[in-house]
């Protein structure tokens, strides 16, 4: 016999140990006599999908078994980790519920799991389901200061969200739905008098508790439709168009890791690989089929085609402008979407190319020495195929010749980088030391080493802040 809170009323006293669990005297009289024993404290169920991650679990259970409130169950979904995750949870916690898969579930199909286990074990009609990260960090009254906000608001309710690194920091004081602009708009600042925030349209699934009553009225997470991200914002905006309320309480905070999130959205130009990884991959955050599903289902039809038509175009101009393909797509864009853009282009485009002739007669090939004025259109192809490029004080003694004096014939120019160089002319006559200069101009073209050379240039004028 040990003094232990009983797992069905939340009554201190001398309880029985029964299959795993404690029971008051009282809660096993009436067991034993077939009667329903109906909790008078809400069961908490806290439902923790992981996928790896294994000191991520271990500290998460250590802030859960250190919350204040004490009928609490804790289940880790596991979809599918090899990292030992679930043999080591059950060995360091035997009292936590261990939910295996062999399939890789992702978030929604780990948390709809742990949902489906709370709804059958559940006995109480004011049980919750806590959806939690494990990549969290929690205050011991976490859980007790969320049921009491949950009662007296009769509400799903989420805790202030701020940065483990920065907990100064406001993520999320409430989340929200944009839909004419298709946006998700974030409250990142509260009032001193501020303790209980109601205008969301949705909540995240990190550190949320959610009635039960609730989640038998209008289902689990959709792990079919949703398998990540966006699943969270789906499953509670369901709720809020049952009529369920939703809110944020300001009286806890959760810690998060933000540095642990998934692939970002990102702007500027990337490698072709990376762009499709944030438009396409299941860790995006701007998955497009995840975004197609959840606006077919949940915008408002006044926006639902318009929605689209921008997600479709947003999907275009990433792998077209974004990626190394843009040069050739852009003047297509330009025309397509603003044709008085595009001739201004073409103009400027033509004013460039009009300079760079009337370089061409003053000059002659010399003007390719100063790769800035051949046009940017061209310049890439142009520099590659014909122009000299940088070389190192090295390159040009191994020649024979002398820098100094090359500087002072205006042979050769000093680049804005110690050390570096760069021909000022192409034409070296037939005098002495031209067959040097002919060499070194070689050198200087050759567009295998001209490659490696202008790379180590740049990168010492980048560490310099020097560029020509």
Request: with cysteine; aromatic share 10%.
């Amino acid at each position: 016999m040990d003094e232990q809170i009983c797992s069905l009323c939340g009554n201190e006293g001398i309880c029985a140990r029964r299959i795993g669990q404690f029971r008051c005297a009282q809660c096993v009289e009436m067991e034993q006599d077939g009667d329903e024993v109906a909790p008078a404290v809400p069961r908490v169920y806290v439902v923790v999908p992981v996928f790896n991650r294994l000191h991520f679990t271990r500290d998460c259970l250590r802030y859960l078994k250190a919350q204040t409130y004490q009928s609490v169950q804790i289940i880790i979904s596991d979809g599918g980790s090899t990292d030992g995750t679930p043999d080591a949870v059950e060995a360091e916690f035997p009292d936590t519920v261990v939910l295996r898969s062999s399939l890789e579930l992702w978030w929604t199909g780990s948390m709809a799991l742990g949902i489906d286990y709370a709804l059958k074990h559940s006995r109480g009609s004011r049980d919750c389901v806590l959806m939690m990260n494990n990549d969290t960090q929690l205050p011991v009254d976490y859980i007790e200061t969320l049921i009491l906000c949950a009662q007296k608001n009769d509400a799903a309710v989420g805790a202030l969200i701020v940065d483990s690194l920065r907990p100064e920091l406001i993520l999320d004081a409430g989340e929200f739905i944009d839909w004419k602009n298709y946006s998700f708009p974030v409250k990142t600042s509260i009032e001193l008098s501020e303790r209980f925030y109601e205008n969301v349209d949705v909540l995240p699934g990190r550190g949320t508790l959610v009635p039960l009553h609730m989640i038998r009225a209008a289902g689990n997470v959709d792990a079919e439709m949703l398998p990540h991200y966006l699943a969270d914002y789906e499953f509670f905006y369901r709720l809020k168009r049952k009529g369920f309320r939703l809110g944020v309480c300001y009286d806890t905070k959760i810690l998060a890791h933000i540095e642990e999130t998934g692939i970002r959205p990102t702007t500027g130009k990337s490698a072709f690989r990376k762009v499709w990884h944030e438009v396409f991959s299941r860790r995006s955050m701007s998955n497009f089929w995840d975004h197609w599903r959840f606006v077919t289902r949940h915008a408002p039809n006044e926006y639902r085609n318009n929605i689209r038509f921008r997600l479709i175009k947003r999907v275009i101009a990433d792998l077209t402008l974004r990626t190394p393909a843009r040069p050739f797509f852009f003047p297509l864009y330009l025309l397509l979407t603003s044709p008085t853009r595009a001739w201004r282009a073409v103009n400027g485009q033509r004013r460039v190319f009009s300079r760079f002739a009337v370089a061409f007669s003053k000059d002659g090939a010399d003007v390719f020495c100063r790769p800035r004025l051949i046009p940017g259109i061209i310049r890439l192809p142009v520099y590659l195929a014909v122009a000299p490029g940088p070389i190192k004080r090295e390159h040009i003694e191994e020649n024979g010749l002398l820098v100094g004096e090359l500087l002072q014939k205006g042979i050769l120019r000093q680049l804005r980088c110690n050390g570096w160089y760069a021909l000022n002319t192409i034409h070296f006559g037939d005098g002495a030391g031209s067959k040097e200069l002919k060499q070194l101009r070689t050198k200087a073209w050759n567009p295998i080493a001209k490659v490696g050379r202008t790379v180590s240039w740049y990168v010492a004028s980048r560490g310099t802040g020097a560029a020509e």
